[in-house]
Each structure stands twice: as C-alpha cells, then as structure tokens.
C-alpha cells in the first residue's frame, strides 16, 4: 500500500506566502512546519495548490487531470440526462438539462449589455443556465475559438464542445491570457449539478429512523444516513475498491455507535413493513 506524498510547500494564509516543508532558517529552532521561504513557481489553478511547477508552466498535473475528469464527466452525465427525464418527468431539472439550452454567442451578447446597464436584456439571462452543459461547455468553446483563430461549428453539440476543451485545455492552463482558475470552478459546479440532479452526489441518502433513538415518549428519531463504500475512478488510488454493497453502513447522525450494514437494515425495513 503506497501513501501519496505530500505537496512540497504549505502556504501561510495570512500572507499569502510559500514556505518549503521541514525547511527552516538559520534562527528556528526546528519547531515549526517549515519558515524559509520557496523561490519555486507554483501552481495558480487554486489558492490551496502548492505543488512546484516549470517556470514557463501556471497549472500542476494533479489540478489539470482533476479538471479534466470534470470536463469528461460533464459528458458522460449530460448523456444520461433524457433517460433520468424519462424517470422524473417534463417537468424536471433532467428534463430541463435534457433539452436545449441559449445559443452561447447570443447569451454572452446579452450579459455583456446587462452589465452595461440595458434593463430589457437582464430579463433575457438565465440563472439556471450556469448549469447547463450545453451552456457551459458551449460558452467556453466559443471564447477560445475567437482566440486562438479555430473554427466552430453552428450550433455545436455537447459532445463536439467536450471534446475541442479537452484537447485544448492543456493549452489554456498554461495560457496566462485566459481564466484556468474560473474555468476549472465553472466545470466543477456543472458536474455537482448534473450528478445531484440523477441522485449521484456525495450527499448522505438518508432512510428509516434510528430504531434505537426511536421511543413512544419522543417520536420519530433521527433518520439514518448511508455511508457508501469506497470507489472511484482516480488511477493512482491505493484503497480498496467495493464492487458490492457489502461494506456499506447505515449509520444514526445523532449517535455515531447506532450503525447497521446494509444487509441489516434492509432486513430491519422488510420486517417493519410487515408488522406495520
């Protein structure tokens, strides 16, 4: 089992300054997570990245590939939007992302004359529309075609715009002309959206009440949340991967020592409903 070593630097919030590891000045006595100061280049995708980067370089690896597998996942989840409107109906937010979203040249003319204060164009912008992939991906396409002189295609799909970002990312995390860091937040918040909307999230999945918090003198009792087992897609991940439901628990949020497997508490639900 390997351990992932950590970042080479810390820096101090305060400040704002890098500070290299186990590295200290002549005056300290060793106390400390390290006080001399790095004169290394740092990654600039986020704040709380302190990874080493060449001098001609702006992003990590590790920030590029974490953005990149949001830009691939925003696919891949777009794709299963019609099937989840299927499930919850018209009227849906699946149903919403589903379909088609605002052409992105005409959206951007139209926020660039909101800010300059034509009233009749704000009714015109969407706020949902920042968690549309069409709009999403489709915006950002556009914005570095004009730039780096590419050609796009009239009303480009989802899939044509994943594709042209992900084979042009690696250029823009190195391009200080262009926003990386708000690029890899609007990414980000895209695919929390499309993962909350088919139930894919990290929020806890909540079921039946804490059978033992639960008494006739207080009511109802906390209701359980479920704690999956591990997996993910990360290729470098050294934990064990659960295939099955076996390792997961169902655990009371008010008493951490009320847990059950998942083979129990659905065993527990069957014999509530029958004595109901």
């Not at 099937?83 to 009227?91: E, F, I």
């Not at 009440?209 to 290729?235: I, Q």
Request: charged share 25%; net charge negative; glycine share 6%.
């Amino acid at each position: 089992m390997t351990t992932e070593k950590p970042p080479p630097c810390y820096r101090e919030p305060t400040n704002g300054v890098y500070f290299t590891r186990n590295a200290h000045r002549l005056d300290c006595d060793g106390d400390c997570a390290g006080c001399r100061p790095c004169s290394e280049s740092h990654c600039t995708a986020r704040r709380n990245c302190t990874w080493h980067v060449a001098a001609t370089e702006l992003t990590c690896g590790r920030c590029l590939t974490a953005v990149r597998r949001d830009l691939r996942w925003i696919g891949s989840l777009a794709a299963l939007m019609p099937t989840a409107a299927n499930n919850d109906g018209v009227n849906s937010e699946a149903a919403n992302l589903a379909g088609p979203s605002v052409d992105p040249e005409a959206w951007s003319w139209r926020k660039a004359a909101a800010r300059q204060g034509i009233a009749w164009h704000v009714s015109l912008l969407e706020d949902d529309d920042e968690h549309h992939p069409a709009r999403v991906l489709g915006v950002w396409a556009q914005m570095l075609t004009e730039d780096y002189g590419h050609d796009m295609p009239h009303a480009a799909s989802v899939t044509w715009c994943q594709a042209y970002l992900d084979r042009t990312l690696h250029r823009v995390a190195h391009d200080d002309s262009q926003d990386f860091p708000l690029l890899a937040r609007e990414l980000r918040k895209c695919r929390q959206h499309l993962e909350a909307v088919i139930h894919n999230d990290t929020r806890p999945d909540r079921g039946a009440p804490c059978p033992t918090c639960t008494s006739d003198e207080a009511g109802v009792g906390p209701r359980l949340r479920r704690e999956w087992s591990h997996w993910c897609d990360d290729e470098g991940c050294a934990r064990h991967h659960h295939v099955t439901t076996e390792a997961d628990v169902w655990r009371c949020p008010k008493v951490w020592g009320h847990s059950w497997s998942h083979e129990d508490y659905e065993r527990w639900v069957e014999e509530r409903k029958a004595s109901a």
